[in-house]
């Protein structure tokens, strides 16, 4: 059974920083991607970036300047480095892996979501 667990969510003012980190369990991820979503109040979740085991990431382009991942294989966690945040970044940051295997079962497995706001 595939486990996310978020953390480092918060309160931060516009121009500061946050690292929100998602551990996972119950598998071996490494043929899984793992990445993260948001979902800003009243708006569709939208994707932010993933990252593989090998280390290739994908960011919304619009993010990549501000925003970076990175993982640890050994300990199953992708990271999320968040710079010069901005009221717009206020949103439910949500953990995701995706199984990269042909003919998975499941594909898409979710976080329980952590609080981001930025304001003064």
């Known amino acids: 059974q595939v486990q996310l667990v978020e953390s480092g969510g918060g309160l931060v003012q516009p121009g500061g920083s946050l690292r929100l980190s998602c551990a996972a369990s119950?598998?071996?991820?490494?043929?899984?991607?793992m990445g993260w979503y948001r979902q800003p109040p009243g708006k569709q979740r939208e994707f932010i970036a993933s990252?593989?085991?090998?280390?290739?990431?994908h960011y919304q382009e619009s993010l990549k300047a501000r925003f970076t991942i990175s993982r640890d294989n050994n300990l199953n966690t992708v990271y999320l480095q968040m710079n010069s945040l901005e009221p717009e970044d206020t949103a439910v940051y949500y953990c995701h892996v995706e199984d990269l295997r042909a003919g998975a079962a499941v594909r898409d497995y979710w976080g329980q979501g952590t609080q981001v706001t930025v304001s003064s």
């Open positions: 119950g598998r071996d991820f490494s043929l899984y991607a």
């Open positions: 990252i593989t085991s090998a280390s290739s990431s």
